[in-house]
């Protein structure tokens, strides 16, 4: 078999295996190479996304929703449930069997487009005659080559310094996804998404969270009457927060894990945990490339640098995703690797970060596109604000679901949409048409002229547009 391609992308994250299936649909020989392995030893390509992150936590916040919901709203819907039980394997079972499906139907989409895999660690080996050299490690090795290459290896968590995970005590997304008992006290360092959506599967299912966190207010990249509101309801579910902390020693024992740190006053505290999940942020999968056989630069943080395009400093030799600079989110992958294989078929892919949406898959969920309220302040813009509660939305009302927002920033003179800010139940479907508002560089009017289907809750999003001018219909 000829072991040269057009392309060849290292990686099948969220942003390689985009680029290798956008690349053979232009028409080139393509291969994705990628290491990760499940339990029983098979090719599980979809990266961390697929694996470890945004398909297995959001099958946990499924199945944790239902389970709360069981316990405590049900009855209001004369659904009688006289005793309930929690059988956490068949839960963890499910959260597999949901991640193999989209292993396999990753493998199904290369056959599909004809991509070649290979199950193996990809590195460079050397540049010379115009390609560049692969080397696969896997049950055997061996080298292909490619006259471009696509490094899409993404991120992995960051730990604690000095404590590495062991996933059993101290535990990364990877772990915290897999426990096999629900602790009764689970310690979390950092409240961001991460953090935020792990504690409430587990916070759902029985236990005492608390969470640490380094900065001195909750969510600082979220519109601060989002996340006001959103801190006020997590605190009425259950969950403790500690903001403005400084991490000290941790121990771990076979009782579990303590924790020392100093809290916003800068009082040393001490915490006992059984289990402590660490989201502090993460780190570019730079390390195994080999990136000094062929020159292959960096920027000062340690990610591979790139231009706008994601070129690097080598000619046709190209990064995306969690490994360069901007947002570790997949959905900005997939943007990346879907514009890199169209550049290198001479097309204009196009990424703008200004319309890339955000989510937090907490309930209520929390949805952003655009800038905040304090951003429009700090750059002096002059802006209309119109928000409409979800509590005044007949489907929300119908399905027991009433907290939170939609809430829309406007432009004070032209009435474009500036930003859109969601607080409330399926926020994560609605922002679609907040990103494609603000993408077109639509009005608040232009939103609030489109006939929604009634009773939906996309009907919030039509009022807060018609709040921007004072107009709510239903509020």
Known sequence: MDKHFDVVVIGAGPGGYIAAIRAAQLGFTVACVDAWTDSKGKSAPGGTCTNAGCIPSKALLQSSDHYEHAAHTFAAHGVEITVLGLNLECMITRKNDIVRQN??????????????FFHGWGAFAEAKEGRYCVRVTGQTEEIITGTHVVIATGSSPRPLLDMPFDEQKVLSNVGALSMSVVPKKLGIVGAGVVGL????????????????ESMAEFLPAVDRQIAEEAHRQFIRQGLVFEFGVSIGKVNTSKKGVTVEYTDLQNKTKTA?????????GRM??????????????????????????????????WAVGDVVRGPMLAHKAEEEGMAVAERIAGQRGHVDFNTIPWVIYTAPEIAWVGRNEQQLKATGVAYKVGTFPFLA???????????????VLADATTDEVLGVHILG??????????VMAVAFRATAEDIARICHAHPTLSEAMREAALAVDGRSLNY
């Open 393 to 407: 939305n007949g489907r929300a009302r119908a399905m027991g679901d009433t907290v939170g927002m939609v809430k």
């Open 197 to 212: 959506e792990t504690g409430s599967v587990w916070r759902r299912l029985g236990a005492e969270v608390t969470l640490l």
């Open 272 to 280: 006992v945990f059984d289990s402590l999940i660490v989201s502090i």
């Open 103 to 116: 292993n396999d139907g990753i493998l199904y989409l290369f056959r599909k487009n004809g991509v070649t």
């Open 425 to 434: 139940p399926m926020a994560s479907e609605l922002i679609g048409e907040a």
């Open 284 to 317: 570019p999968n730079v390390s195994g490339l080999n990136a000094e056989s062929v020159g292959l630069g960096m920027d000062e943080n340690g990610f591979i640098g790139v231009d706008a395009n994601c070129r690097t400093n080598l000619p046709n030799v």
